[in-house]
């Protein structure tokens, strides 16, 4: 005779309930949910001992007894503690993880109400204090930005001014000089004069030239004016002429639509700012002597691609400079990413990729 097995899904239905409700008590009611069992289950073996009259020679066999029940409630409170404190060990792995600089680590849920809530409120400081944190390292960028446009417009408007002045009025000097004649000033006197003022004059113009070069590296007019594209052709002409690199450009756009798309300021100056830190790393530290700069438009994205022939280097050595630090933070703050792509006498190809948001992109 067989007998069918029969499912009773009423049953499995009431065993799903109880567990749900299991799942939702908090560690402390776990844990004194288990104790009472196991309590309620030793006073009971121990009632069904007591009720039976046993002989001597078995008391062994109680006290085992006993031991082997004490151990096995140890080992189960073990053991719950173990898997309901997991999410806790997470929660402090996730801390030591953040302490470490890794701020972008978060703790994972639990099903636990009490952690679950614990790790919920965590995960939402750290989103906040992210938050804040990207907002302070953009007003400070954009507090430097506006300083740096600030001693440009003061350097190039009044030192500027001022050295022109003094090479004008040295000219007047000279002209004044030619006009006496040799019996009103010594001949030796006549040289030493002469050669004063173009010492003068050298001195102020080389001292004007670097004045204007160093008003355009902080904060180039032509980036306010003209906009991106025009800034990056400035600053390969000034890689070839004040670093001594062979630098060339190369623009791409996907369609006539991103070739009359606007950049937002900020992406403008962000940019920017990565190529100007390419190109100075390029010559100062990789050595190199040919730069590829690299500027591709789509609707979604914008790649800046830096190449160079230089040595490279290795990046699993820490190194004390902030130049890549703050080309990370820059592209990082407009949800963009940065790649380093090098190796010891490899060269070293800098990609930095921005999404445009759609709120963001305006077509002229």
């Known amino acids: 005779m067989k007998y069918k097995q029969t499912h009773d899904p009423q049953h ?117 204090l992210e938050v804040i944190q990207h907002e302070q390292t953009m007003q400070i960028l954009q507090a430097q930005e506006e300083e740096r446009r600030r001693i440009a417009r003061e350097l190039h408007d009044e030192t500027s001014q001022t050295l022109t002045a003094l090479l004008i009025h040295n000219e007047i000097l000279s002209q004044r000089l030619a006009v006496f004649s040799s019996t009103e000033i010594a001949p030796v006197a006549r040289e030493q004069l002469d050669e004063g003022l173009h010492v003068f004059a050298t001195l ?45 450009i190369q623009i791409q756009h996907e369609s006539t639509a991103t070739q009359k798309m606007q950049l937002p300021p900020v ?38 691609t830096i190449s160079d022939n230089g040595k490279g280097f290795d990046q699993t050595q820490t190194y004390s400079g902030l130049g890549i630090r703050g080309m990370r933070e820059r592209a990082a703050l407009l949800g963009g990413t940065l790649h380093i792509i090098t190796g010891i006498g490899k060269g070293t190809t800098v990609e930095a990729i921005l999404p445009l948001p759609t709120l963001e992109r305006k077509l002229q």
């Open 12 to 128: 499995h239905r009431q065993e799903s309930r109880v567990l749900r409700h299991y799942l939702r008590l908090s560690l402390f009611e776990k844990v004194i949910l288990i104790n009472s069992i196991m309590l309620i289950g030793e006073a009971l073996a121990g009632l069904w001992v007591t009720s039976h009259s046993l002989e001597s020679h078995h008391y062994l066999i109680d006290v085992s007894f006993l031991v082997i029940a004490t151990l096995c409630s140890l080992i189960i409170n073990i053991l719950v503690l173990r898997a309901s404190f997991r999410p806790l060990f997470r929660l402090l792995a996730t801390m030591h993880a953040v302490s470490e600089g890794k701020t972008g680590a978060r703790t994972p849920s639990s099903s636990d109400p009490d952690i679950g809530q614990l790790a919920r409120a965590f995960n939402e400081m750290l989103d906040r």
């Open 204 to 248: 102020a113009q080389d001292t004007l030239d670097k004045i204007r070069v160093l008003s355009q590296q902080l904060r180039p007019s032509v980036l306010d004016d003209l906009g991106l594209e025009a800034a990056l052709r400035w600053l390969v002409e000034d890689g070839q002429e004040r670093l001594h690199l062979t630098a060339h």
């Open 267 to 304: 992406y403008e100056t962000t940019l920017f700012r990565i190529a100007q830190e390419g190109l100075t790393n390029s010559a100062r530290h990789a050595q190199a002597q040919r730069v590829m700069l690299k500027l591709d438009y789509d609707m979604k994205y914008i790649k800046l």
